[in-house]
Nanobody, 122 residues
């Protein structure tokens, strides 16, 4: 499975962005999908996860109520809608595939894509 994240950019606080993760391979629907982020000088942290059929989602407390993860298994894509962005959301965002249900630990994910940079100015 190959992953490619896109949609990052420079926005102002309060703005919205939608990140996309395009995957290759015929087994996309077999994997739970997650979004992680890594700010400069910090460890990679969990942002959100969606299960294989899209019926269950998980969020970090820091983004709950502002971010929404979704997926389109027909298009082999997963999305992260980010609203009410804050400067502290500035990071490189990564999509990842795999891991048991509810996984919030990066080591549990098998496949990773290159990240996309989100910069939120105050």
């Amino acid at each position: 499975v190959q992953l490619q994240a896109s949609g990052g950019g420079l926005v102002q606080a309060g703005d919205s962005l939608r990140l996309s993760c395009t995957t290759s391979g015929r087994t996309f629907s077999s994997y739970g999908m997650g979004w992680f982020r890594q700010a400069a000088g910090k460890e990679r942290e969990f942002v959100a996860r969606i299960n294989r059929n899209g019926g269950t989602t998980y969020y970090a407390d820091s983004v709950k109520g502002r971010f929404t993860i979704s997926r389109d298994n027909a298009e082999n894509k997963v999305y992260l809608q980010m609203n009410s962005l804050k400067p502290e959301d500035t990071a490189v965002y990564y999509c990842a595939a795999g891991g048991p249900p509810g996984s919030r630990q990066s080591y549990a994910y098998v496949y990773w894509g290159l990240g996309t940079l989100v910069t939120v100015s105050s």
